[in-house]
């Protein structure tokens, strides 16, 4: 038996959990949970394998999706706190916290936006460039680690089916 094939065969956690709601209460229809079930479980689980990567880099894995942001968004590296928001899952007041974390850290400048001097656009600096292309190559290569499991047609026909399944939910 390969190690693809016996990571698929072994009953997890979520089968344990809809095997108890179908005797519990067999009234109920559970196997949406063998989807929904695992995917909250895997991005609990992927969080924290990726806030355990990060340490030792002085950010967690909120700052990193920040800084990531910028570095992504090209050369000047830097966007309002409107655009971040766009981008990144925070609220206001935390967007407003992790940018103040990060300039402590030295990650990341604030300047007024020539088109509305009231806001400040956060910028990565030298050191928050270098430290995101490090981090990021990380994150790459652990998230690569975690999907080897599939092949590439399945990797592609997993993201296909997220896609859609994101699709029918709210902003």
Known sequence: MT?????????????????DWKRERPDLDASAMSVVGRILHLG???EDAASEGLRGTGI????????ATLRRSGAPYRLTPTALRKSVLLTSGAMTACLNRLERAGLISRNAVDEDRRSLAAA?????????DKAIASRFEQARQVVEV??????????????????NLPS
């Open 124 to 132: 990565l600096t030298g050191k928050g460039l270098k430290l995101t």
């Open 60 to 67: 967690n894995y909120t700052d990193l999706d920040v800084l």
């Open 44 to 46: 609990r689980l992927l």
């Open 150 to 167: 599939l092949s590439a047609g399945e990797r592609a026909e997993l993201a296909r089916l997220l896609r859609k399944l994101r699709s």
């Open 3 to 19: 190690r693809k094939q016996s990571k698929q065969a072994a009953p997890d956690l979520i089968d344990r959990l809809v095997a």
